[in-house]
């Protein structure tokens, strides 16, 4: 059944995609000519400096990767988050699972540009998609505890898989980070990736909650749990939105440069089949059947 809080949902869907296309379409279309100067930060590290477009004063490197992440939020996150909050509005509950995952993507998103990038014309914007993302977050996810569907899973839920490659991601994180974060108290700030930011905010976004949001789900979803069922279904969109994201960064910098750092794009990419994978077996309709007029009739879980 369709009720006012679902059409209210789906709406507030497309609200907080429209705020994502506007800061990612000026990321891509009016991120300056490449134009740059070479500078030294006040700790001693020299970088190239960009000096145009909505991402200026920013590491030319940092601004390459942006972009990349900018053309796959605007022309991949931001029309599924559309296409899915119609389907939110028509009552689908899957539908509002892959939107609370859609939301998440974007609060992390815009809440490590509003934490990173130079102080700009889009700092205004960052705000508002990374708040709006956090009460779409809070919103969907309370809707989804309260109404508690868990026949709405198929059998053979892949939880256990699901937390496997969970666990997997955060170990990597950990071992990748840990080792960036001992660079740069070792004193090696360029080698630690500080061009000009003055913190590791993206360390310490996944250090301090990816990871542990990943471990807490994938426990509950190696359990069984209904819980861990519908956490690990949003997590997934999320984290496989975020390997995505990352691939397209590494895609972009690479370009920028002239060399591609392969490993971390083989790496997040096989991530990234592998959640795919795992998410048409999560997603796939449920086929059901029930005792009618003497027959089987079988019908379409739409919720």
Do not use: C, K
């Not at 440069?257 to 997040?268: H, N, Q």
Request: charged share 10%; net charge neutral; hydrophobic share 60%.
């Amino acid at each position: 059944m369709i009720t006012q809080n679902d059409r209210a949902m789906g709406a507030y869907a497309a609200i907080v995609a429209s705020v994502a296309a506007v800061a990612a379409g000026f990321g891509v279309f009016a991120r300056g000519d490449g134009a740059y100067q070479t500078v030294t930060s006040v700790r001693g590290v020299t970088y190239d400096m960009a000096t145009t477009g909505v991402y200026a004063f920013n590491a030319e490197r940092i601004v390459a990767e942006g972009v990349g992440w900018d053309v796959f939020t605007l022309f991949v996150a931001v029309p599924a988050m559309f296409i899915a909050a119609v389907a939110v509005a028509r009552g689908s509950f899957r539908a509002r699972l892959f939107v609370l995952g859609l939301f998440g993507y974007f609060l992390y998103q815009y809440l490590e540009y509003a934490m990173t990038w130079a102080f700009g014309p889009l700092f205004p914007v960052f705000i508002l998609a990374f708040a709006g993302s956090l009460v779409g977050v809070m919103w969907i996810g309370a809707s989804v505890v309260q109404e508690r569907v868990g026949g709405g899973f198929v059998e053979g839920f892949p939880g256990r898989a699901f937390a496997v490659m969970s666990m997997l991601l955060s170990a990597l994180l950990v071992v990748m980070w840990t080792q960036r974060i001992a660079t740069g108290l070792a004193g090696d700030l360029e080698a630690a990736g500080l061009h000009g930011e003055t913190t590791m905010v993206v360390q310490a976004l996944d250090l301090g909650l990816v990871v542990p949001i990943s471990v807490l789900i994938a426990a509950l979803a190696w359990r069984r749990t209904e819980l861990g069922r519908v956490l690990a279904s949003a997590f997934l969109v999320m984290s496989a939105a975020m390997a995505a994201a990352i691939v397209a960064m590494l895609l972009s910098a690479g370009l920028v440069a002239g060399t591609f750092e392969l490993p971390p794009i083989v790496i997040f990419g096989a991530y990234l089949v592998a959640m795919a994978v795992l998410g048409l077996r999560m997603y796939r309709p449920t086929v059901l059947t029930t005792a009618g007029a003497g027959e089987g009739v079988i019908r379409w879980q739409t919720r």
